[in-house]
């Protein structure tokens, strides 16, 4: 199975900050990594994938970046419905899916 | 604009199956351009696949799962389900239905609002 780490694990930010997640797979993915945020209580929901697309209807201040075994999630000028968990997934292996264990974006 | 909607049981006790459905509106799921997959994440925990339904019934199952799993489709209507046999308090967790197509590269695009499942006597 292919694992997905991501640093770190929770990061306390302020409205207007920009941030930067890591997510790291356990082996070359070439760029079949997706981005997703989940509020409390919600499903998530896609932001970005092939690790640098931007979903339909997702801010531009979402972007990302990477190829094989690294790849950023940045969020420019933070707002305050920004502030929720995220979470990378790889679909490079389509036997199994597998996701990151998720960052929490805190209000500072 | 597609829809996806979980249903089933909300509590099941251990041993026993747990049965669930996604009803999908706005799209086929037999058009062939899009998986179908199941998705779980426990109570403050993270997200774990569980397996995926394609076009013409082929499955992929998660394999630390594949032995408790069946993914099963009814294109009459436009549903797919999740049976899950011999549950423990492990399998407790909210149970997601979502798309997922080549077309974004195998990105969970839609997203059901999930189902909260309890494994308890």
């Known amino acids: 199975d292919i694992q997905m780490t991501q640093s770190p694990s929770s990061l306390s930010a302020s409205v207007g900050d920009r941030v930067t997640i890591t997510c790291r797979a356990s082996?070359?993915?070439?760029?079949?990594l997706n981005w997703y945020q989940q509020k409390p209580g919600k499903a998530p929901k896609l932001l970005i994938h092939?690790?640098?697309s931007l979903h339909s209807g997702v801010p531009s201040r979402f972007s990302g970046s990477g190829s094989e075994t690294d790849f950023t999630l940045t969020i420019s000028n933070l707002q305050p419905e920004d502030f929720a968990t995220y979470y990378c997934?790889?679909?490079?292996?389509?036997?199994?899916?597998?996701f990151g264990p998720g960052t929490k974006l805190e209000i500072k | 604009q597609v829809r996806l909607q979980e249903s089933g049981p909300g509590l099941v006790k251990p041993a026993q199956t747990l049965s669930l459905t996604c009803t999908v509106s706005?799209?086929?799921?037999?058009?062939?351009?899009?998986?179908w997959s199941w998705i779980r994440q426990p109570p403050g925990k993270g997200l774990e696949w569980i397996g995926y339904?394609?076009?013409?019934?082929?499955?992929y199952y998660n394999p630390s799962l594949k032995s408790r799993i069946t993914i099963l489709e009814d294109t009459s209507k436009n549903q797919f389900s999740l049976e899950l046999s011999s549950v423990t308090a492990a399998d407790t967790a909210i149970y997601y239905c979502?798309?997922?197509?080549?077309?974004?590269?195998?990105?969970?695009?839609?997203w059901g609002q999930g189902t909260m499942v309890t494994v308890s006597s």
């Open positions: 997934q790889q679909s490079y292996s389509s036997l199994m899916y597998t």
């Open positions: 979502a798309r997922h197509s080549s077309l974004t590269t195998d990105a969970f695009d839609v």
């Open positions: 092939a690790a640098s």
């Open positions: 706005g799209g086929s799921i037999s058009s062939g351009d899009y998986y």
């Open positions: 339904i394609y076009y013409s019934d082929s499955t």
């Open positions: 082996q070359s993915i070439s760029s079949y």
